[in-house]
């Protein structure tokens, strides 16, 4: 079956733009998660959803970086005026349940460089 | 804030060797446990997962232990082959949140 998705694989942009990364969770899961990964390190917690609701957006950076929902399915996650350091793998997770914990299963990330 | 840490950062064996992988963290209320293999480029696949209650999991040539007294969960690959060779990633679910905290990976090269 189709695990989760990500797009673009690759993004590559110039200081000052906005960027937009897409995630496609597996088809009836619940909860969504996205991490960010700097180079060499392990990736790190950034917002996560329940359905379409953002629940926890503890670890964005700063306002520059929103996430959205809004259909409870495919999300996005949108970084404003970028800056060399956002430069990393950004990943998306699903899990089945709400209520009690399941497996993360992630998708394959989405680099990005920021010249 | 849980802390999470791995040594060693970067490994090398020969293949065929037996080798542990060590991750330690600092808050012992944890939900789980869990394992990541990453891949250059790609995402991460969960090797094994570890309730709290548990002490270790088996999988293949994979066993994983959990410590919560001492704060430790070792990850043990035996007669490693060059297939192996990845970025090795723990990460622990807190009790108090659904997400996960890593720690900083081990980057393992097994040498044919």
């Known amino acids: 079956g189709a695990g989760v998705s990500q797009s673009p694989r690759y993004k590559v942009a110039k200081r000052g733009q906005d960027v937009a990364l897409r995630c496609d969770p597996i088809?009836?899961?619940?909860?969504l998660f996205w991490y960010q990964q700097a180079l060499g390190q392990g990736p790190e917690f950034l917002t996560y959803?329940?359905?379409?609701?953002?629940?926890?957006k503890s670890g964005l950076p700063s306002d520059r970086f929103f996430a959205e929902r809004p259909e409870g399915s495919v999300s996005t996650l949108k970084i404003q005026r970028t800056q060399q350091e956002d430069s990393a793998v950004y990943l998306c997770?699903?899990?089945?349940?709400?209520?009690?914990?399941?497996?993360?299963?992630f998708g394959p990330g989405t680099r990005l460089t920021v010249l | 804030k849980q802390e999470v840490t791995q040594i060693p950062a970067a490994l090398s064996v020969p293949e065929g060797e037996n080798l542990v992988l060590n991750c330690s963290f600092t808050d012992s209320a944890i939900y789980n446990l869990q394992w990541f293999r990453q891949d250059p480029g790609k995402g991460l696949t969960s090797l094994l997962l570890?309730?709290?209650?548990?002490r270790e999991q088996t999988s293949g040539r994979l066993n994983a232990s959990l410590d919560k007294s001492s704060g430790r969960s070792t990850l043990y690959i035996a007669a490693s082959q060059p297939g192996d060779s990845a970025t090795y990633l723990c990460a622990f679910l807190h009790n108090a949140g659904n997400m996960l905290t890593f720690g900083g990976g081990t980057r393992l090269m097994v040498k044919p």
């Open positions: 570890i309730q709290s209650s548990q």
């Open positions: 959803f329940q359905n379409e609701a953002q629940l926890d």
């Open positions: 088809s009836g899961h619940v909860s």
């Open positions: 997770a699903s899990s089945l349940s709400a209520t009690a914990y399941n497996e993360q299963f």
